[in-house]
């Protein structure tokens, strides 16, 4: 497990990135004591989906007419 404390994680955020993406944790340390540790995103968080679109719009009523329209009246 690394160590850094917050200077080397400003300079040299991107390759501690990769170096926690490989598989390697990587603890901030601010004045000595640990406050974050960075390191892989789990699958199950890479794997969130959207919401299906048509499903979501089905759910709402169909309304006939112009969409322009009804702003208009809306505005008046």
Known sequence: ???VNIRQ???RTGALVDLAAE???VVILRRGTPVAELRPASSAALSRTLPDRR???ARYPRLEGDAGRFLEQDRS
């Open 1 to 3: 497990m690394k160590t």
């Open 9 to 11: 994680l400003h300079e």
């Open 23 to 25: 598989g390697h944790p």
């Open 55 to 57: 499903r979501l719009l």
